[in-house]
């Protein structure tokens, strides 16, 4: 088992790589502004600077400094997982349930 240590610091850089399951997806670009959306519907509700970002086909690269008082980019992460998997659902690309009822792309 793989153990992470994750920092959780208010204020601090972070860097991140988020991939999704299939490898071989190129949904990450072909869909890309949906995917903007997404990000600018999180950083409306909860803000943070973007200070990079790097899209390619099967997964992102970014990296982002979070407000002085907040240190939850896992929160973040999530909603904007949640949103872009939702608006690609509402976009009728064919995605299928998991035994959990979640879409893992």
């Known amino acids: 088992m793989v153990l992470y ?13 988020v ?22 519907t999180m950083r ?8 990079a970002i790097v899209i390619l086909p099967d997964h992102l690269h970014a990296v982002w400094t979070l ?12 909603a904007i997982k949640s949103n872009f998997t939702h608006e690609l659902r509402l976009s009728r690309m064919p995605l299928t349930p998991d035994k959990r009822d979640e879409y893992r792309l």
Not at 5 to 17: D, L, S
Not at 19 to 40: P, Q
Not at 67 to 78: H, K, T
Request: proline residues 4%; aromatic residues 16%.
């Open 5 to 17: 240590w994750r920092n959780r610091v208010a204020g601090w850089t972070y860097f991140f790589t």
């Open 19 to 40: 991939t999704l399951r299939d490898r071989r997806s190129d949904v990450l670009v072909r869909h890309v502004g949906l995917l903007r959306n997404a990000f600018r």
């Open 44 to 51: 409306a509700e909860r803000p943070f600077t973007i200070d």
């Open 67 to 78: 407000p002085d008082g907040d240190a939850d980019y896992s929160g973040r992460w999530r």
